[in-house]
């Protein structure tokens, strides 16, 4: 897969939460999911874990695949996402397959979890209903026999990993493939009827100039794409780019250039059609990511496989990250978690503040002084003061009685987002 995915509700408010026992990983996420009402997430994210290599830059949980693993990963899936239907709407309105490298999975395999899924949430015919089936994939791995497995098992969308067109600066984030094949791929989809498809890429590359990275975006847009994700490179603790980066290996890019390729890209998009409808994502009209959407307006969804995280009505959960921990089997076949948090006021409105405000259309400014004014009269207040402060500043916008970050406060939103959390929860 892709990218550095933000995920859904990482944050710096995780401290001081409350959490359920059973955070030592002996819990199965059934247990916490019972203390939810039923029925409640038309979403639905699947995590398959297997890479062909790990690139450096990538904190996601993913092991090389060995092949041998494949099939008990996807026995323990059917397994978990039987036990999980319970709690999943049916029809789904969003699924969403990430990793790692869901199309790493043999064609016969995804032919039978599609099968599957099938059978619990009726996802062959998600097209038919207005629904989004996306799988992320690796151009390596698209296959003629993979793109009619998808297609033919439901997907709608394809979410496409390229990173960058130049071999150079794919050899520095040592990602493996071929630039060459991501049109080949994206081309494979598209004859077997996935359509709507989606190219990931990264700024900031360390010796990336301004040029190539224009250059990656006009391709990208050459290619059809409706959909654009482009991430800045950033150093995650424990990953190998994050080593070499403190072994002196090279110099990452200078900060202004990378703030400008971020001014940039919303220019160059612009002009191609797509606009930024979230901090690092780009789409035509009415082709945003739906499933993603959910997460940035805390919707609900429930989660399988390993390392996957779910959210139900304020319910949070994590299932553990190894593979091993995940093929075992529990009472009630769900997996076992690594952390779940219970619902939380306070919590809730700093997730609802830190993910909405990436949105270009920003939050209900009502809805979240009245959450506030909910728990105390002096979070409502600080939450206030902090609105009107980056007003000033120029990094916040209130009209239509909603809060959207402007141009300069969409470059500094890790600023403006922290300083909401803090605002809300100062302990
Ligand atoms: S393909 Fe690379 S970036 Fe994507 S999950 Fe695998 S190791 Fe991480």
């Not at 203390?35 to 997430?41: K, V, Y």
């Not at 703030?259 to 945003?288: C, I, K, Q, W």
């Not at 920003?362 to 959450?371: K, P």
């Amino acid at each position: 897969m892709p990218s550095p995915t933000p995920p859904p509700h990482a944050s710096s408010a995780s401290r001081s939460l409350p959490v359920l026992s059973g955070g030592d990983g002996t819990q199965p996420a059934g247990r916490v999911l019972a203390s939810t009402r039923r029925h409640a997430a038309a979403s639905l994210y699947i995590h398959v874990p297997f890479c062909f290599h790990k690139c450096h830059y990538c904190d996601f949980y993913s092991i090389v695949d060995t092949r041998d693993r494949q099939e008990p990963f996807v026995h323990r899936l059917e397994h978990e996402l039987e036990a999980l239907s319970p709690w999943v709407r049916r029809p789904l309105d969003t699924l969403f397959v990430g990793g790692g490298t869901p199309s790493l999975l043999s064609p016969s395999l995804w032919r039978r979890l599609l099968r599957r899924l099938d059978e619990l949430f009726g996802t062959a015919s998600m097209a038919g209903r207005g629904g989004e089936f996306t799988v992320e994939c690796n151009p390596e791995t698209v296959t003629d026999d993979l793109a009619a497995a998808l297609a033919a098992g439901g997907v709608t969308r394809v979410s496409m990993g390229a990173q960058s067109f130049h071999p150079g600066h794919l050899k520095t984030l040592e990602r493996w493939h071929d630039p060459a094949n991501v049109p080949l791929a994206l081309e494979r989809m598209r004859q077997a009827g996935i359509v709507r498809q989606s190219i990931d890429l990264i700024f900031g590359i360390p010796g990336q100039t301004m040029d190539e990275w224009l250059q990656d975006l006009e391709i990208a847009c050459s290619l059809g794409t409706e959909h654009l994700s482009c991430y800045g490179l950033t150093y995650e603790q424990g990953t190998a780019m994050n080593a070499r980066l403190e072994r002196g290996d090279f110099q990452p890019i200078d900060h202004d250039l990378e703030a400008d390729m971020f001014d940039a890209t919303v220019e160059r998009l612009g002009r191609h059609g797509l606009r930024r409808y979230e901090l690092s994502n780009f789409a035509r009209p009415g082709a945003e990511c739906r499933h993603n959407l959910v997460y940035w307006r805390q919707g609900n969804w429930i989660a399988a496989g390993p390392s996957a995280s779910g959210h139900v009505d304020g319910l949070r959960w994590k299932n553990r990250p190894r593979l091993d921990d995940y093929l075992q089997d529990t009472p009630d076949r769900t997996a076992l978690i690594a952390d779940a948090e219970t619902p939380d006021p306070v919590r809730n409105l700093v997730e609802a503040m830190m993910t909405g405000l990436r949105l270009a259309e920003g939050v209900d400014a009502r809805a979240m002084l009245s959450f506030a004014a909910a728990i105390d009269d002096r979070r409502r207040d600080r939450l206030a003061s902090w609105a009107t402060r980056l007003g000033e500043r120029g990094m916040l916008e209130a009209a239509d009685d909603r809060w959207r970050l402007t141009p300069t406060g969409m470059r500094l939103a890790n600023q403006a987002i922290l300083e909401a959390a803090e605002a809300i929860d100062p302990s």
